[in-house]
């Protein structure tokens, strides 16, 4: 086997370690918690069934959907953290270092792809990026409203934190921003949280 | 919530279910095994990653990546049938009202859409159906490779079913297909299949 096609292999087979990563939101339609594997599947198919609500219809669908089936490939490093989390600065840099394992098993040219495809999900600056983001942050938006708020009255999280930290939605998609505001609003005015 | 968007919510709180479709091969790197939405993830990545030993360049991966996102979700009402099965006629039945079952939950024209990647790949007759169905074939193999063949042994599945079963490999990718090949001859090799 040529020494190029052995390190996409040594890549593949090393990311079905990420099924083993357990998110901190349930599934949709079932009592367990689902994994990154899973997560990443399902924004993706999502991406496609929702792009008409994205701001802008000119963007590469191709592209942010290898930004959602990669983005949490760092984590097999640096484990998931929950997202309304004070260890901000800890989980920055422990991501980093595991774009650098993860991403360095492929051959350089793939390596730099694939890191430039978490960068740029990460620093949401291109409008690929922006949409990308509305996936990753819908879905366990979605999830917890369908169990109840289950998760946020777990974890004391207000309505207050729910919106101000998932307002970067309305970057990619006023739409969907409006339909969370409402999902968020009827989980209040059911006293579920805050 | 208008009636489209309900409706596009409904399909996406039910694929969840293709979840708790356990599939008949192993992950690469545990003795679990793996279910249908961690395949279809896998497989998208491998898409990307393997895309260059495609034997057609010029194809839509898009449309490919779009294909293995959703291949699977007929089988959340057809179950999954090992792919060495003599019961062809049945599942090919359940798949096809699997399919206007689940994607009858879209609004029309994605529901049009999605069942249309659904025949292409079964079909594969496009170059990016035969791409897509490469990196199908390919992962239970490499699975069973890096398992030292433990399903293909636990199934009675010779080296001769596996090659001729999976010769549709080599429409997509003549590359690939000499790796599938290597990685065949050397189970046998060592005694664990005939």
Redesign the interface.
């Known amino acids: 086997?040529n020494e190029r096609?052995k390190k996409?292999?040594d890549?593949?087979?090393?990311?079905?370690?990420i099924?083993?990563i357990i998110r901190k939101s349930k599934?949709?339609?079932?009592d367990?918690y689902?994994?990154d594997?899973?997560h990443?599947?399902?924004i993706?198919?999502?991406a496609?069934?929702?792009f008409e609500?994205s701001n802008r219809k000119d963007i590469d669908?191709?592209r942010v959907?290898?930004m959602l089936?990669?983005h949490d490939l760092v984590e097999i490093h640096a484990g998931d953290y929950i997202f309304y989390t004070d260890k901000q600065a800890e989980k920055e840099q422990k991501e980093k270092e595991g774009a650098e394992r993860i991403f360095g098993l492929?051959p350089e040219d793939?390596k730099m792809e694939f890191k430039g495809l978490w960068e740029e999900f990460e620093a949401r600056v291109t409008p690929e990026a922006k949409y990308a983001r509305v996936l990753d942050r819908l879905e366990p938006i979605?999830q917890n409203y369908?169990n109840d708020g289950s998760d946020w009255v777990k974890h004391k999280i207000t309505s207050g934190m729910i919106l101000d930290r998932n307002s970067i939605i309305k970057d990619g998609s006023e739409e969907l921003w409006e339909?969370v505001q409402?999902m968020v609003s009827e989980i209040v005015r059911r006293g579920i949280i805050e």
Do not use: G, P
């Open positions: 086997m096609l996409q292999i890549f593949i087979r090393e990311i079905d370690r099924k083993d599934r949709f339609k079932s367990l689902e994994n594997a899973e990443s599947w399902h993706s198919v999502m496609v069934v929702l609500y669908l191709l959907i290898k089936l990669v492929l793939q979605m369908y339909h409402t």
